[in-house]
């Protein structure tokens, strides 16, 4: 019995413990953008369908494999100084569909939103067919069509191929 709640209460503490650590990472920015709730280990595929290189000289933090409430371990990019369209949020549905994209102003959240499947994917993912015309030296941007959401099925714009999010994840 003792050791029972002795057992709970441990567990309580650690919630909050990394309740408070969430809010920490999430709120510490004045201008800009948070995403939350990326799938954990994610944030780097991210970063790369944003075409955030960090060459532009803002703040880019990147927190991975933070502890999570909601989904025992997340990932959480803050981008300063940058608010991301909803087109461009849209961007990372299939690397990261639960993501919440906030944005922030004077340290508030002035905006929450959840992330969409697109009608395509611009110059994000390659084609995995090696034989593919947007793989040729041509100077093809590829195209993938998303046909349906759930489950994610996309279609490549130039060879018809049907692809899934781990084939084109894979192939990021
Ligand atoms: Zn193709």
Redo the contacts with the bound molecule.
């Keep these: 019995m003792l050791a029972g709640s002795a057992k709970a209460y441990s567990a309580i503490l650690f919630d909050h413990m990394s309740m408070s650590q969430e809010e920490l990472l999430v709120r510490r920015i004045k201008e800009g953008t948070v995403l939350d709730h990326v799938e954990a280990g994610r944030a780097l595929r991210v970063l790369t369908a944003l075409g955030i290189k960090g060459e532009d000289g803002n703040i880019v933090t990147v927190a991975m494999n933070v502890l999570s409430s909601k989904m025992g371990k997340k990932d959480i990019v803050k981008i300063a100084d940058r608010f991301l369209s909803q087109e461009e949020s849209d961007r990372i549905a299939l690397i990261a569909p639960r993501a919440t994209v906030n944005l922030i102003r004077d340290y508030r959240v002035v905006e929450k939103r959840v992330v969409h499947l697109p009608k395509t994917f611009v110059n994000i993912f390659r084609?995995p067919?090696p034989t593919?015309?947007?793989?040729s030296p041509e100077p093809i941007v590829p195209e993938l069509q998303v046909l349906r959401a759930d489950p994610p099925t996309l279609k490549?714009k130039?060879?018809a191929?049907l692809l899934y999010p781990v084939d084109v994840l894979s192939n990021q």
Excluded: A, T
């Design positions: 084609c067919n593919c015309i947007s793989n490549c130039y060879c191929r």
